[in-house]
């Protein structure tokens, strides 16, 4: 006997007291609503009310209005990242050959829904049957296909792997009915809704829906001290049971186990009556695993998300208070954005091979780190950088102390990371990456920490709290998957946005870090970030905020724009490295050494111009002329196109940032992927020596750039485009620049010019006045005080540029 199709779909809490109920087609008995009660049992709801049609196509992008149009409504709500300047949307789909046309009849209009603005457009069915099972999407005047939202209840993969809205005849708006229950209830439990119709009974359970990911408390939570108790609390929303383990024994070995009661309907909370610092502690959450959106198991041991310490990725966490700890000093003031030159490092691959007298436990972490930033020689102190952006050192999911990680799979929001402490199980990995920090800011070196709130990593911990609420999942329960790690935090969701926010200022209060740079920044959207901006500059109004402003699901370069943030520019990355081996453009040049303008940047800090990070194969192995990546015996082109990377880098607007070992000409032999490869990511000091004329020649741009003479490069605003004058010949990419063109920063000047192909060329420079200026560096040697260079004749008003060459030239007021 054929199965009955189901009359519901599903229900869920909108709010606290009121449902929404999807059908599996229209309702068109507008005389009578469904016939449904609350419970097995049956208690009357106090209403039933039929939804707007436009409440089913916030989601689904369509439905049938009165007249039998299709009317066709981008919710901008639903879409991640939606730049908040593009104005202009079309739909295209199957019943347009999908053909991307500017046609008004496919342009979508500004209309205001519910307060908020929205975009629809009205199509007649002639044009686009309801029987034909149309699919289709929104696209952006600027080309940018929008990604249908994770839970679109009409969504289908075509054969290609594309995920599009598909058009349901038997469902156009009219199968949606809000429901208010008579009585309060606790909307969390197992609720049900009964079709109550003699023929057919019918159940339907309510999840959480909507309602789930609004919830917010500003409850203290974490484990902390107060009046000699110590208090725990556990955001765990949907939990039936929440067990507390806490013991004195890292091994949780002669442990006490505490059921922990509820504080509110949010949150857990146990009081011990005693002050436990140093005591070791766990959680086991329970729930009722009601569908695939739910993840309990009362087995698997939770650390706490709010732990200030663990002893290791899989726990126990480490009960600290915070108040008994060396209080911290005046806080430190970076330099501003626009003086910034950092350098991209990891702790281990800094000291592994240091030329430091430390034993080779300190070479693991945070204490030998301070050692050596306290020593002489130091590296990051001959380099000349005033910013270090430091990989991972947030809890991560290294297996043990030996492990060498990037450190991108973090476990912890709070913890500094265990396998770097000298003792985790006393915490001591709080003070000794407070005296790290210290030890930067003694030597005028800025903080910036690079961290990871788009996945977690192993033990995923918040999956077991309360999966739907924490992480993006598809209509059929699935985590999602934009960052390539298998699991995308859901941080729209107040609560992960407080986790994130309060981690955040503990890093900022506890160890005066100077800023930020977020990976994959696109998963944790624009909005979440302008929050993450107002609360970080309040508390410290010096935080540098840096975003890699891509996923797998898409690029926010330009929507950042109108905020406070820079952002990675690998837009630069790729053209410069095509531009050193002569395939670069006059356009391309132009543009990245003026800051990447107009479309990416909005003042000039907000670009962060960089040619090398930890990611994929490093520069000289990229660039190398040997075969299989492998730069380990660089070329001399190698070394010359290395020095023209750093000088175009030193000299183009925005924010510099190096990779570590690249002014040494750094090779990993040609690996890609070093995530786990300490042995080859480790620099190697003797380079430093191998090739000192490019280390000095780094060191010296370096700090010209932080000199009074290198101030024409350091833009705090975006300046007129009379600035900047480059000089250019036709058939050639090498280019000219003359800073201060327009003398709106007084009366020096700086020239520079750069040659990335093989023929020597000649440009034209007769009204700049050249032979006013003192050369000061070329392609192998920099020097203030000028030196000769017959190489760069100036006759007959031109400047010779020899082969893969570059210079610059300085007039003083």
């Known amino acids: 006997m054929k199965k009955p199709v189901p009359k519901m779909l599903e229900a869920s809490w909108e709010t606290h007291q009121r449902g929404v109920l999807y059908l599996n087609k229209d309702w068109r008995a507008t005389s009578r609503m469904p016939p449904l ?165 019918e159940t339907c359970a309510i999840s959480a829906g909507e309602l789930l990911t609004q919830l917010y408390s500003d409850v203290r939570l974490g484990a902390y001290i107060a009046r000699g108790q110590t208090i725990f609390r556990l955001f765990a929303p949907r939990a039936s049971s929440v067990l507390l383990v806490v013991s004195q024994h890292p091994d949780m070995s002669r442990a006490s186990t505490f059921a922990m009661q509820r504080l509110d309907e949010m949150i857990w909370e146990w009081v011990h009556p005693d002050d436990l610092s140093g005591h070791f502690y766990h959680y086991h959450v329970d729930g009722l695993n009601r569908d695939v959106f739910c993840h309990f198991d009362k087995h698997v041991t939770v650390n706490d998300p709010y732990a200030l310490a663990l002893l290791g990725r899989a726990g126990p966490a480490v009960i ?56 002489e020689p130091c590296y990051l102190k001959e380099l000349g950088i005033n910013a270090v952006e430091l990989q991972p050192v947030q809890e991560f999911d290294s297996e043990s102390k030996d492990e060498y990680h990037w450190g991108y799979m973090t476990c912890n929001y709070f913890a500094p990371e265990s396998t770097y402490a000298s003792q985790p199980e006393k915490a001591s990995q709080i003070p ?101 901006e107002k609360r970080l500059k309040e508390i410290k109004p010096s935080i540098i905020l840096i975003a890699e402003p891509w996923s797998f699901r898409g690029h926010i370069g330009h929507a950042l724009r109108s905020t406070g943030w820079s952002s990675w520019n690998d837009g630069y990355r790729d053209f410069i490295l095509d531009y050193v081996k002569g395939h670069g453009n006059q356009e391309g040049i132009r543009y990245f050494i003026a800051g990447s303008p107009h479309y990416f940047a909005r003042f000039p800090a907000q670009t962060v111009n960089y040619t090398e990070s930890h990611d994929d194969r490093c520069w000289l192995d990229r ?90 490069l350091r833009l705090d605003a975006r300046p007129q485009d009379t600035y900047l004058r480059f000089i250019q010949i036709d058939n050639s990419s090498a280019v000219g620049v003359l800073y201060n063109a327009d003398c709106s920063k007084g009366a020096a000047q700086l020239f520079f010019a750069v040659n990335p192909s093989y023929s020597p060329i000649s440009l034209p420079i007769a009204d700049v006045g050249l032979e006013d200026f003192l050369q000061i560096a070329d392609h192998e040697r920099f020097d203030q005080h000028g030196l000769a260079f017959a190489l760069f004749a100036i006759e007959q008003g031109t400047v010779h540029l020899p082969g893969l060459s570059c210079g610059l030239w300085i007039k003083n007021s």
């Open 37 to 201: 009660l609350l419970n097995p049992g049956g208690q009357p709801l106090r209403t039933v009310e039929q939804a707007p049609a436009t409440e089913y196509a916030k989601r689904s992008g369509y439905y049938l209005d009165l007249k039998g149009n299709i009317v066709f409504l981008l919710w901008p709500k639903c879409y991640h990242n939606l730049d908040s300047g593009e104005e202009d949307f079309y739909v295209v789909g199957s019943f347009n050959k999908w053909q991307v046309t500017r046609e008004r009849a496919w342009k979508l209009q500004p209309v205001t829904l519910d307060g908020e603005t929205a975009y629809t457009v009205a199509v007649s069915l002639w044009k686009c049957t309801l029987a034909a099972k149309h699919t289709f999407k929104f696209i952006t005047g600027s080309n940018k296909w929008l990604d249908v939202p994770a839970d679109a209840p009409n969504s289908v993969r075509d054969e290609s792997g594309v995920v599009n809205f598909q058009i349901l005849k038997e469902r156009t708006g009219y199968h949606i009915f809000y429901f208010q229950p008579q009585n309060q209830h606790r909307i969390l439990g197992e609720e049900a809704l009964v079709w109550n119709d003699p023929r057919r009974t």
């Open 320 to 375: 600290v208070d915070l108040d008994k700890l060396p209080q911290p000093g005046p806080t430190y003031t970076p330099p501003c954005w626009h003086d910034l030159v950092i350098l991209e490092t990891h702790i281990r691959d800094l000291l592994a091979n240091a030329p430091v007298d430390i034993d080779a436990a300190d070479r693991l972490g945070f204490k030998g780190l301070a050692k050596w930033l306290r020593s």
């Open 432 to 532: 000794e990456f407070k005296e790290c920090v210290d030890a930067f800011h003694e030597n005028g070196i800025a903080v910036i920490l690079d961290v990871v709130y788009n996945h977690v990593g192993e033990p995923n911990n918040l999956l077991f709290i309360d999966k739907k609420y924490y992480f993006e999942v598809n209509r059929n329960g699935q985590l999602e998957n934009w960052s390539g790690c298998g699991n995308d935090l859901k941080c729209s969701a107040p609560m992960v946005k407080r986790l994130i926010l309060d981690s955040l200022t503990h890093l900022i209060k506890t160890y005066d870090i100077d800023g930020f740079r977020f990976d994959l920044a696109e998963l944790i959207g624009v909005n979440v970030l302008k929050d993450i």
């Open 623 to 712: 660039l190398t002329e040997n075969a299989e990546f492998d730069g380990r015996l660089p070329t001399q082109n190698d070394r010359r196109r290395t020095h023209l990377m750093c000088a175009i880098l030193m000299a183009s607007i925005g924010v510099p940032m190096l990779a570590e070992g690249q002014d040494m000409l750094r090779s990993k032999s040609g690996h890609n992927n070093t995530y786990k490869r300490g042995d080859l990511n480790a620099l190697n000091y003797g380079r430093q020596q191998d090739y000192s004329n490019t280390f000095q020649y780094f060191c010296r741009w370096i700090r010209f750039r932080l000199s009074a003479a290198g101030a024409l």
